[in-house]
């Protein structure tokens, strides 16, 4: 096992070489994977570099059962990871906690009130973790986004699609939990302000970007809603949230310049990155020495 002093020094190597480089749009955070694979001091030495830098941490947060029970059985915990990093005093308003799927309403009450991040990544949960509790989060105040998880537990790294999934999973779960069917219950504008404005919040950012305002960064995705997937248009916010695909997306500034322009990148040559990936991901079976399958006569 890594010692917490040679992880440590990794990080702040990264920070001090690769902060608020490209223009300031890159901003070193510190990461933690999990409570299990993770030492008290380890911990603490994160928490307390974080505060000393001015930064953030990211870190997979009770994403399944059994990291609740590891945590109960190993670090004598009431319940699970978030009771455990409140008793240790890690929660704080700089840890953004991906999925948060396994609390309770006692430790929704201590992300409350440390004002941790939440990111709500709705493909990945339904994949393996199970149903998050995001409508009681939101109604305790705590700042909910959206994300997409990695690829091996999403596939398709779509943020639309994000959206979408997480409208239909939160009505499902009112339904499972309470026997109600409510089309309101978690409203497309909530959806919305996930993926813009709390996105920019959960990453400490918000002063700069996540909305169009004056002073703010001149970032804006140009969306066409005339294609077949958004018409008719009675209601703006409903056709964002419902009915757009990825294809809608026309062009794309960030910081003022464009990245994508009538659905061409501009920054980036599309087809070396495809040529470069498919390279690697070859390269990356033989080395782990896995051969798949061929599965196109599935179907007879």
């Not at 997480?166 to 409203?187: C, M, Q, Y």
């Amino acid at each position: 096992m890594t010692k917490a002093p040679s992880i440590w020094q990794s990080q702040k190597k990264l920070y001090e070489k690769h902060n608020n480089t490209a223009d300031g749009r890159i901003r070193i955070w510190l990461g933690i994977r999990t409570v299990m694979n993770s030492t008290d001091r380890l911990l603490l030495e994160t928490r307390d570099a974080a505060r000393e830098l001015k930064t953030g941490i990211h870190m997979h947060v009770a994403e399944i059962p059994y990291e609740n029970q590891v945590v109960m059985e190993t670090r004598k915990a009431d319940h699970g990871t978030v009771t455990f990093l409140d008793k240790i005093d890690f929660l704080q308003e700089n840890l953004l906690a991906a999925h948060t799927v396994c609390i309770n309403d006692t430790e929704i009450g201590f992300l409350s009130r440390s004002g941790v991040k939440v990111s709500h990544c709705p493909a990945s949960a339904m994949r393996m973790l199970g149903f998050a509790r995001i409508r009681e989060m939101l109604n305790a105040g705590i700042t909910v986004s959206l994300g997409t998880d990695g690829a091996p537990s999403n596939n398709r790294m779509s943020i639309v699609d994000e959206m979408y999934l997480a409208s239909l999973i939160n009505k499902g779960r009112e339904v499972h939990e309470n026997g109600t069917t409510d089309p309101t219950a978690f409203p497309a504008e909530t959806l919305l302000k996930m993926v813009t404005i709390n996105g920019a919040k959960s990453v400490l950012w918000d002063n700069e970007i996540g909305s169009l305002e004056i002073g703010k960064k001149a970032d804006m995705v140009v969306i066409n809603p005339f294609s077949w997937s958004m018409v008719p248009i009675h209601d703006c916010i409903s056709n964002l949230v419902y009915c757009m695909r990825t294809e809608n997306i026309v062009s794309v500034m960030c910081n003022g310049r464009w990245i994508m322009r009538d659905k061409k990148i501009l920054n980036v040559d599309e087809e070396e990155v495809i040529s470069l990936a498919k390279e690697a991901s070859s390269k990356l079976l033989r080395r782990a020495g896995i051969k798949l399958p061929s599965r196109m006569n599935v179907i007879h």
